[in-house]
Each structure stands twice: as C-alpha cells, then as structure tokens.
C-alpha cells in the first residue's frame, strides 16, 4: 500500500477540509493510506505529529470551517515574510521533516497553503522531497491560478455583512465604513462590497483620496441618500499615505486600522455620523460556500492525481473553468493584484461606485 501525507498551512480559511475529505477518498479509491500531520509543517517534526486520515474521519467534514488537521503561519518552517523578504527553512528543519518522512515510507507529500506555505513547499522540493501544492488563500491573490478556494466564502460573508450594515445606516441615515481583509490586493473588498451595495470601496492598487471620498458621499446626500457604505481594504492606502500596520501583542506586525482612520476622516469632511466595523477573522470563518467545497474537492482528487502522475514541483491550478496544474516555482512569489483599468473596476464605476481616486 502507498502511503502519502499532507498538511494545511498558514492562515486557516473555507474548504481546506473539502480538499483533505477529496485527496482522502481520491486516495483510499486507489488503495493508499493517508497521514494528515498536524498544525502544518510542525507535523513533520519530531518523528512526526499526524493522524490517519481515512473515509470515516474525514466523513461529514467537508461543510465544516477552518482545518480538521489544525495550522499556524508561524513556526519553525516560515520562508517568506508578507510579500517579499524569503528566507530559507534551516537545513537542520529539512533534514528532520526528511528522517520523518522516511521513517513513515511517506511517498508523497500534499502542502496546501498560500504564497508563504508554498514558498516552504517549493524549499523542501529543492530540497528533494516529492510535494504537491494546492493553493489556498480567501484573499485571491495568487496569480498562477485563477481562483483559490475561501475567496467565495469570504465574499458571501462580506456581502452578508453589508446587507445588516443596511438598515442600521440607514436608520440612522449614517456613514458606515467596513474595514475587510486583503493585504495586497483588494479582491475580498471589491467583490463583496460589489455584491453588497457598498457605494466607495477603497483597495490597495487605487490609492484613495479623502476629499474625493467625502464629496462621494456629499454628492449622495444631495440626491437624497443620506446613508453611505464604504468598503475599505485593511491594505489599502491614501495617495499620500501609507498602510496602517500594528503590532499585536506577540510583537507581529499586522495590518488594521485603516478602517477608523478613513472613518474619522469622513466624519471630519463631511460633518456626518460615522461608524466603523471591522470584519476580521469572520470572513475567515465558518461553512464554506458550495462553491468553495465543489472546489476544495476537486483540489483535493487533483492533488493525488499529481502524484500518481509523479508530478512532484507542481502545484493545482484553476484556469478557464478545468483544474490543472503549474509547477509551483512559476507560481510562488507572483500575486495577482486587481487591475484598476479592469473590466471589473470599470463595470464597478458604471454602476455609481467610487474608489476614491
Ligand atoms: O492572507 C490571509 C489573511 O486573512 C489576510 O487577509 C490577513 O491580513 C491575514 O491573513 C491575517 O492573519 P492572522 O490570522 O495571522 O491574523
């Protein structure tokens, strides 16, 4: 019997546990055991941390949120440092994944992760070891595949949000800003607040100006509508400005903030009441969308398939409407950002949208 592993790594999101139940049933349909390690590549050390994932584990899992086999964007196996700075896994860290991974006849290994967990991914297959990526992201950002999984849900949630945010704007005919996630590109903000009604949404690749924004608003007022809502990127950053990070209390830096900021901003302008609500860690949470399951599980059937295929170095990839696959050294480091001449940009304006530029 072969035996192949895999893992879920870097922030939790929508469907990762489609893609284990799929790769599980792909798996034991050819008559191969399947060890989940556990907490992403942590699971690889110390002679391993995993269970046995088979049908009747991974059974009923697939409407359930974040990942069965638990994850951290932290630890020791970390390559990459938001968009940029890539560091190397320390060779003792491969070496001991390594003696693992022997030690278990392990003959295949499935990452499923974003651009910082795939960068490992590519590492321990320079490294010599036979990974398989699968993409995962709610931010959408990568550019070798045409969506990633937790994108749609996180959508769904921010639409979901807008439509409450609504009524309480306006009855109290108030400026409602929505602070939503997306460091470097503002799918998340574009599509849900799209979906939402929003009237401004403001993303990282179309720096905002904040007069602009407030005359959005004035310009509505005069037409009668006294409530606005404004969809902000927690990326995103005025044409003079820059992105607001923090530190949290584990001294990480971490964007947030910009939400308040063009909320106070607007209030000041415009001399409207003015709220703000930041949506956070809820877009990433809870059942994934039909969608996001329908392609967690295809993710999943591919990602054995590559390894039958003896694909090792390659990554699954959605492109025009099939499941396919790229190697996974074309596809990490390259983010697919929202175009501000985009179609999708532009039918956003026709229907009344500002982006504050
Ligand atoms: O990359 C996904 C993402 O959800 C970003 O949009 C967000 O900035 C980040 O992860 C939050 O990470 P953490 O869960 O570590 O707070």
């Not at 990459?80 to 896994?89: C, E, L």
């Not at 904040?210 to 927690?234: F, N, P």
């Not at 820059?242 to 415009?270: C, N």
């Not at 492109?319 to 929202?338: G, K, P, W, Y």
């Amino acid at each position: 019997m072969k035996r192949i592993g895999i893992l879920t790594s870097g922030g939790d999101c929508p469907g990762l546990n489609a893609v284990l139940r799929g790769a599980v049933r792909a798996a034991s349909s050819l008559g191969w055991e399947v060890l989940g390690f556990l907490d992403g590549y942590e699971g690889l050390l110390n002679g391993g941390d995993y269970v046995v994932l088979d049908r009747k584990i991974t059974t009923g899992i697939m409407a359930q949120g974040g990942t069965i086999l638990g994850t951290t964007n932290k630890g020791h196996f970390v390559a990459k440092v938001g968009a940029g700075d890539k560091m190397a896994v320390p060779a003792a860290v491969i070496e001991e994944s390594r003696a693992t991974l022997a030690k278990l006849g392990v003959e295949g290994l499935i990452c499923v992760g974003g651009d910082g967990s795939l960068t490992t991914a590519l590492q321990l297959c320079e490294a010599g070891f036979k990974t398989i990526g699968v993409p995962k992201s709610i931010d959408n950002d990568l550019e070798a595949t045409a969506t990633t999984f937790g994108f749609d849900s996180a959508v769904a949630c921010v639409s979901d949000c807008l439509d409450r945010l609504h009524t309480t704007a306006e009855s109290h005919k108030r400026v409602m800003v929505s602070e939503v996630m997306g460091r470097h590109a503002g799918w998340i903000a574009l599509h849900g607040g799209l979906a939402g009604g929003a009237s401004i949404i403001l993303i990282p690749e179309i720096p905002f100006d904040l007069d602009k924004v407030a005359e959005a608003i004035m310009r509505r007022e005069e037409a009668g509508l006294k409530s606005t809502q404004v969809v902000v990127a927690e990326g995103a950053r005025p044409k003079d400005g820059r992105q607001m990070l923090h530190v949290t209390g584990s001294g990480e830096y971490k964007l947030g903030g910009m939400g308040e900021q063009v909320a106070k901003e607007i209030a000041k302008r415009t001399g409207k009441e003015t709220r703000t609500c930041v949506l956070g860690h809820i877009q990433r949470c809870g059942a994934p969308t039909v969608k996001d399951r329908i392609l967690g599980t295809q993710f999943g059937v591919k990602a054995v398939e590559l390894i039958q295929q003896g694909k090792f170095g390659h990554m699954v990839s959605y492109q025009n409407f099939e499941v396919t696959d790229v190697s996974i050294a074309e596809a990490v480091h390259r983010l697919r950002l929202v175009k501000p001449d985009s179609q999708m940009v532009q039918m956003a304006r026709a229907v009344g949208i500002s982006f504050g530029d």
